[in-house]
T-cell receptor, first 117, second 112 residues
C-alpha cells in the first residue's frame, strides 16, 4: 500500500529565506503526488500536483516541487518565504493507473510552516 | 455549485446521539472522499467512493460510522451513538480525472 512521510512536523524559516518541505512516498507503481496547503481556520487548497508529466511542477504562490523517482521524493520549495506562507502543508499520494480509475488519496501527517519576520 | 458544499458547517451534539453530515460534490466528479481532521492532527482517511465501484471503507474507525452516496452525487456520513472522541472536523473532497481534489470547508463536530 502507498504511504507518505513528511520529515519535520514543524519548520521555521526567516522571511525571504528558502522554504524546503520534505515529502517521501512509498508506492509499488508510479504514483500521482500532490501538495495541499491549509491556512489557519480554512479548508485545504491544492498547491500543485504531479501526474507523470514534467517532473518539476510549478504551483500557486511561487511554490514548486520536483518528483525524483530514484529518491521517492516530492519535496516542496519556494525561493523566498513570505509571511503569508505560514500554514500547514500536506503531501499526498494516489495510485493512478488509468485516467479514469483512481485509488484513494493518502495524506502525510503535515508540516507546519512558520515564517519569522 | 462551483465547489464542494458541506452541511452543517458546525454541529454540537450530545454524547450518544446520532448525527448525519452531508456533502454535495462538484457536479460530474466521480470520486468522493471523507476525511477526519482532529485538532492539530493530519487527515485521517475514512471512506472513498469512485463511480459505481464498491466504496473503500477501510478507514472507518468503527461500525458506528457509515456513509452512502446516492445517485453518484450527494453523500451522507452517519455517526451513530456519538462519543467525545468523534469530535473533529469532517472534510469531504471530490475529484475527476488526473487532477487533485477539491475540498469542502468541512463540518466541525463537537460531542459534549
Amino acid at each position: 500500500a502507498q504511504s507518505v512521510t513528511q520529515l519535520g512536523s514543524h519548520v521555521s524559516v526567516s522571511e525571504g529565506a528558502l522554504v524546503l518541505l520534505r515529502c517521501n512516498y512509498s508506492s509499488s507503481v508510479p504514483p500521482y503526488l500532490f501538495w495541499y496547503v491549509q491556512y489557519p481556520n480554512q479548508g485545504l487548497q491544492l498547491l500543485l500536483k504531479y501526474t507523470s508529466a514534467a517532473t518539476l511542477v510549478k504551483g500557486i504562490n511561487g511554490f514548486e516541487a520536483e518528483f525524483k523517482k530514484s529518491e521517492t521524493s516530492f519535496h516542496l520549495t519556494k525561493p523566498s518565504a513570505h509571511m503569508s506562507d505560514a500554514a500547514e502543508y500536506f503531501c499526498a499520494v494516489s495510485l493512478s493507473q488509468e485516467k479514469t480509475s483512481y485509488d484513494k488519496v493518502i495524506f502525510g501527517p503535515g508540516t507546519s510552516l512558520s515564517v519569522i519576520p | 455549485g462551483a465547489g464542494v458544499s458541506q452541511s452543517p458547517s458546525n454541529k454540537v451534539t450530545e454524547k450518544g446521539k446520532d448525527v448525519e453530515l452531508r456533502c454535495d460534490p462538484i457536479s460530474g466528479h466521480t470520486a468522493l472522499y471523507w476525511y477526519r481532521q482532529s485538532l492539530g492532527q493530519g487527515l485521517e482517511f475514512l471512506i472513498y467512493f469512485q463511480g459505481n465501484s464498491a466504496p473503500d471503507k477501510s478507514g472507518l474507525p468503527s461500525d458506528r460510522f457509515s456513509a452512502e452516496r446516492t445517485g453518484g452525487s450527494v453523500s451522507t456520513l452517519t455517526i451513530q451513538r456519538t462519543q467525545q472522541e468523534d469530535s473533529a472536523v469532517y472534510l469531504c473532497a471530490s475529484g475527476q480525472g488526473a487532477g487533485g481534489y477539491t475540498f469542502g470547508s468541512g463540518t466541525r463536530l463537537t460531542v459534549v
